[in-house]
């Protein structure tokens, strides 16, 4: 299909990939700051400055203050030439003993005044002390070239400088830091949720996903108490919230009608990968079929990591392994009536690895095919399509696929790569369900604490059968 050139900004989707990377994000901002003390504390050269004050008047006998003035400001310029001077810098280094001039100095004029100040700064009190007086030692011979008709006096002799200027605290860095590491940590997450290519909505459904849209699965926020199961995502469930249930019951609606243009009793229900809620999405779909008086059968064909009997809060002693009862013959027995609805359940509650052989044996294919006098639709929840090939071969049992796509979850391109395959198998796709949908909904809740678990739908409630 053609891709729209445009690629719209979902600013949702970008905020709720921050908030569920909040704690890398941070983690790397307070690294980058421990780095940053650990780069100060070990680079940290102090720096000492020693500094002389010199007031400053013309050799003229009649000078008078806005001369010496006018002298101070001519001067501090001149001395800082005269600083710069090659001739100084090496007669100061060889009176310290030195091979080259490594200080730093400076000349101000003191604002408003005829005074001078000389700073000289060193890695060492001692040595800023040494250099400065050493350059007062020595700038006459050279002062004649620069300072011209000047004549300076000391009032305040360099002293050894008790304390560095610069500060050694890592604080300041460290804070600059952590907070430049936390906008650069978001807008990296940031800029990966934009150029990721899944689907982040309904619109982008129909824009990306060689598929008609089914419906919109509403995002249902449930609060699951401790030490309790994981609350019901049934669309029967009186807890569940309005927009849950009209979506799962405007989805099937859509469903039936599609199925009924194209003649479809057998619905194969997958996804592309593990945890795209594909499972609670064929309970729901089953039962509100039935709701709108319709016989229907729901069987767990994901033998490898069957759930429906926890999405129904089955005990654990009614377990069933369906392969085995089907290779008895006898799995019709144990189809399930749910409540006082026209709805059956096959329920498996045994894992395994060899369901190839009951597809090799077409003991399930004989059992589907005599159900299909007796319902109005069968619904068959199998394996993502992605992790084994078990989803083809149940196919053949099948009129039509029906995708589930998580909200944000999956490339769009592996998507389609699904969707080809299954529509040249003798069950094509019908169209997709978006899952876990955030549209229309309040998105402020996405920053609340996790006292609210998100449902995983499609995941697997309650304890594992053993």
Known sequence: MEQNLTKQIDIFSILRDVLHEWATILLFAVSVSLLTNVAVVQTYQPEYTAKAIFTVSAKSTNNTIYQDLSSAEDLAKRF??????????????????????????????????????LNVSANSAMDAYRTIRSIMSNYNTVSDYVLGNVIMYVIQQPSIPLAPINSRSPIKPMAYAFFLALALGIFYIAVLSYRRDTVKNAHQVREKVDAKLLGSI????????????????LMDNPLRSFAFVESNRMMASRVRSRMDRKQAKVALITSVAENEG???VAANLAMALAKEGKHVLLIDCDFRKPSQYKIFQRPEHESIDLLQELRRGTAERVAMPYK????????????????????????????????????D???????????????????????????????????????????????????????????????????????????HAHVSYGGHYGKTAK
């Open 80 to 117: 800082t030439q005269l600083l710069d001077s090659t001739v100084l810098k090496k007669t100061v280094a060889k009176d310290l003993g030195q091979d080259t001039f490594t200080a730093e100095t400076s000349v101000k004029q003191i604002e408003k005044t005829n005074m001078v100040e």
């Open 218 to 233: 509403s995002h249902e926020r449930v609060r699951r108490q401790k030490n309790k199961e994981h609350p019901s995502m």
């Open 278 to 280: 594909k499972s609670t």
């Open 340 to 375: 006082t609805t026209a709805m059956y359940v096959l329920f498996n509650s045994k894992a395994n690895d060899s369901a190839e052989l009951v597809m090799e044996s077409g003991e399930l294919r004989q059992m589907i095919h005599r159900y299909r006098a007796q319902m």
């Open 377 to 451: 639709y069968i619904i068959l929840d199998t394996a993502p399509l992605a992790l084994v090939s078990d989803t083809e071969e149940m196919a053949r049992l099948a009129d039509t696929t029906i995708l589930v796509v998580r909200e944000d979850a999956v490339l769009a391109s592996k998507i389609n790569d699904c969707i080809d395959i299954l529509n040249q198998t003798d069950a094509p796709v019908l169209g997709c369900v978006l899952n876990n949908s955030m549209s229309g909904k309040v998105r402020s809740s996405a920053s609340k604490t996790s006292e």
